[in-house]
């Protein structure tokens, strides 16, 4: 029992540390040290320890041999590596999913696309952000494809991660809402239009917040 618990002590961590981070309250190149994070979540240091290795996996923070381990600062090169990859396989998920929802998985989207809409409209950031990430998480399971399931869960945080970087709430559920409809008609070739530029999109909202991360610092430099 006591092992179990400590398990799930650990995925608890892991759980609020990923969100901390894909929502930007901790920011990149931020510091995180088992003693400083056990005090804070008022949990021992394992589960710390292990969420910090669970992150790592995850490719949102990055380890420092006999130091602390960091939030993992993207460049604009990460973003354009990861866009490439994700279109690749993200175009055929949703593809897939067009071709192959039924009636209950259908459904489940048309709710968490309603959800993300009243979440938007009401400002509330962390739970339309969340949100759109369920969305995209949802094609995998309309799609019913293992194999695609297994890629798409490599990068599903740093998939969060980009959304989190999406400031337009509203206009985010509304490319939803349009690939909702365009996938209950099953009409793929739309899909493929949509998906595209929602994906080129969400790359250049991430870029961008990089590019102003990085402006204060060359104009402190200049």
């Known amino acids: ?102 009636h209950e998985g259908i459904e489940q989207l048309r709710l968490l696309v309603e959800r993300e809409e009243r979440a938007a409209s009401a400002g509330d950031g962390d739970v339309a952000r969340g949100l759109s990430g369920a969305f995209h998480e949802h094609m995998v399971v309309l799609a019913g494809n293992d194999m695609l399931s297994e890629l798409a869960s490599i990068y599903a945080t740093r998939l969060k991660w980009v959304f989190g970087q999406h400031g337009d709430l509203e206009a985010m559920a509304a490319e939803h809402r349009r690939l909702y409809e365009a996938i209950l008609a099953r009409d793929v070739e739309l899909v493929k239009t949509l998906v595209v530029r929602h994906l080129e999109q969400g790359a250049a909202a991430a870029a961008k917040k990089l590019s102003d991360v990085a402006s204060p610092t060359r104009a402190t430099e200049e």
């Open 1 to 102: 029992m006591g092992a179990e618990n400590g398990e799930l002590e650990s995925v608890r961590v892991t759980r609020m540390l990923r969100d901390d981070i894909v929502l930007g309250r901790r920011p990149p190149g931020s510091r995180l040290v088992e003693r400083d994070l056990a005090t804070e979540l008022r949990v021992s240091r394992l589960p710390v320890r292990e969420a910090i290795r669970a992150l790592v996996n995850e490719g949102i923070v990055v380890a420092r041999p006999r130091s602390w381990a960091i939030v993992r600062e993207f460049t604009l090169r990460d973003v354009r590596d990861f866009a490439e990859v994700r279109a690749a396989i993200e175009t055929e998920v949703f593809i897939l999913a067009t071709e192959r929802h039924d």
